[in-house]
């Protein structure tokens, strides 16, 4: 696994104390889960962005006539 050095603003490094104190060892995964949530997202909107430029015919698009509940956000680790 690399390290990759990042800078904070003081403000910042105060709120991330908060959400996982360093010496739990939370830091690490809590840092990594928000890049990987954050790649989700954009990805998810990269594909929203592409239908709404292109979307599908009627003849392509799937029938969504009684859709489920569907959530784009990650599931937490």
Do not use: C, G
């Not at 996982?20 to 962005?49: C, G, T, V």
């Not at 592409?50 to 009684?66: G, R, V």
């Amino acid at each position: 696994m690399k390290s990759v050095l990042v800078q904070l603003d003081d403000e910042l490094v105060a709120e991330l104390e908060k959400a996982a104190p360093a010496s739990k060892r939370e830091r690490s995964e809590f840092i990594r889960q928000a890049i990987r949530n954050e790649l989700h997202r954009s990805e998810f909107d990269r594909m929203r962005d592409a239908y709404l430029l292109q979307p599908d015919s009627a003849e392509e698009a799937d029938d969504w006539s009684d859709p489920l509940e569907w959530n784009p956000e990650p599931a937490t680790k």
